[in-house]
């Protein structure tokens, strides 16, 4: 079901039928020369897209949140970056929403490593006010998965750009892009650290990212996701 075109009646007739949110979270930032500043919220909203497709009965598919928090990425051209105290009040406003309408369950579906520590302090408060949620940061949660189809993942890098060209070919480009190492794979907090760890503002080979691995990796981690999904739903007793 998909909220963004429903009408109000068809809404009440959803509300308190189905319990579950499915809300992309993104970010609008700088992702190397060669890909789409709205990577981060391409690809949550294309992940969405496609579970409402298969299970489209069970979840309501939320309009995503475009903007984030991006500390790393704001020296950066095409950054929109809002701070972590804005945008975790904003998020936690959203699902508070959801959940006033009835809906228990909410699967923040997160496209952006910046959003990571606030969604974390967000899901605690929700949890205290009675939201079961589940936050799927694609990137980490499937890591070694995604390896073995793009051994060189990264920030725009070849899992990433492998997506991006999935969902549209004009939204990514490969060519004379290469690949790119961050040099300390630690927490580094310097002013503009972001531009000595991406100089280019990516990381990983871009260079081999192909249309057919990203729709791979598109079909591999959906049925990953749905596992995950029916993890949750037996926890919380859908
Ligand atoms: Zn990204």
């Not at 068809?10 to 500043?37: D, N, R, S, W, Y």
């Not at 309009?63 to 928090?69: A, D, S």
């Not at 890098?157 to 070919?169: C, F, K, V």
Request: proline share 4%; net charge negative; with cysteine.
């Amino acid at each position: 079901m998909d909220m963004m075109t429903m009408n109000l009646t068809k809404f009440q007739e959803i509300q308190g039928k189905i319990k579950t949110v499915l809300l992309p979270i993104g970010m609008i930032e700088a992702h190397g020369p060669h890909c789409a500043l709205g990577t981060d919220v391409l690809i949550p909203r294309e992940f969405v897209r496609r579970l409402e497709s298969e299970i489209g009965d069970q979840v309501l598919m939320a309009p995503e949140v475009t903007y984030g928090h991006s500390w790393g990425l704001a020296p950066f051209s095409g950054t929109i970056d809002i701070s972590s105290e804005a945008f975790s009040q904003y998020v936690f406003e959203i699902c508070k929403g959801f959940y006033q309408q009835g809906f228990e369950h909410i699967i923040l579906f997160n496209g952006h490593g910046g959003n990571i520590s606030s969604l974390d302090i967000v899901t605690e408060k929700l949890a205290d006010l009675g939201v079961s949620t589940l936050t799927i940061n694609w990137f980490i949660d499937y890591r070694e998965d995604i390896k073995q189809i793009a051994p060189e993942p990264g920030h725009a890098g070849e899992d990433e750009t492998s997506l991006i060209l999935a969902i549209n070919q004009n939204y990514a480009f490969t060519d004379g892009v290469g690949s790119h190492e961050i040099p300390i794979q630690k927490r580094f907090r310097v002013k503009d650290g972001g531009k000595i760890l991406y100089p280019e503002g990516f990381s990983g080979n871009a260079g081999a990212a192909s249309v057919e691995k990203g729709e791979q990796l598109f079909q591999m981690m959906i049925q990953l996701v749905r596992k995950d999904l029916d993890k949750f739903w037996n926890l919380v007793n859908k």
